[in-house]
């Protein structure tokens, strides 16, 4: 058998108030991606506007900090841009709407 490195799981929970301050931190992350950008909105169908008349909403930061965990490079990149660990975005999706972990046993 071959032994696996161990790889430590860290557990992170973030209460609402940080989990959108890191999904306004994306968003802005985001807008100032020239390439990214467009791709954001064809797959969301959100427009330009919508970034901005929705920022507030918790459920639109949670749609930004889905699709920027969707690729790795891209939680490094705003994760380094942000100062920011690279758990961060995936625990504060967790704490936004629709972002609690399904447990099926």
């Not at 889905?66 to 967790?94: E, I, K």
Request: aromatic residues 8%.
């Amino acid at each position: 058998m071959v032994n696996k490195p161990f790889r430590k799981q860290i557990k992170m929970s973030l209460n609402s108030e940080a989990a959108e301050t890191i999904g306004l931190q994306a968003l802005g992350w985001l807008a100032s991606n020239e390439e990214l950008l467009p791709v954001f909105l064809g797959a969301s169908g959100a427009s330009v506007s919508d970034l901005k008349s929705q920022a507030g909403d918790p459920a639109f930061l949670a749609s930004i900090l889905d699709f920027v965990t969707m690729d790795d490079a891209w939680v490094v990149a705003f994760c380094d841009s942000a100062g920011l660990d690279y758990a961060h975005p995936m625990a504060a999706r967790q704490a936004l709407p629709g972002g609690a972990q399904v447990n099926w046993t």
